[in-house]
């Protein structure tokens, strides 16, 4: 497996997500496939011309609240290794 550093967008944190690819197509000398295997992270995404409100505690109420921005979470998949399993058929399921 070879990996890599992923660049998220601007409006995303972390903003590097490490991720894999599987270096061969077959294992175990052709009998069985190289899968990825996955692993859904959660990332934290920042809402557009969305801000919050931040309560004010003591001190001049009147000078007003200061904002926050609002951020939602989200699943992002990063392959994380890659395993041997048994290779598929096309279309075709034995009965043994």
């Known amino acids: 497996m070879t990996s890599h550093w992923v660049r998220m967008a601007d409006d995303?944190?972390?903003p590097y997500i490490k991720t894999g690819n599987c270096s061969q197509s077959r294992c175990m000398k052709g009998l069985y496939e190289c899968r990825a295997r996955k692993y859904a992270t959660r990332l934290l995404r920042r809402l557009p011309g969305r801000c919050n409100p931040?309560?004010?505690?003591?001190?001049?109420?009147?000078?007003?609240a200061g904002f926050e921005e609002a951020w939602v979470t989200e699943e992002y998949h990063v392959t994380v290794g890659c395993e041997c399993s048994k290779r598929r058929t096309s279309g075709r399921y034995d009965d043994e």
Not at 54 to 64: K, L, M, N, R, S
């Open 12 to 14: 995303v944190f972390p």
């Open 54 to 64: 931040v309560p004010v505690t003591g001190g001049d109420v009147t000078a007003g």
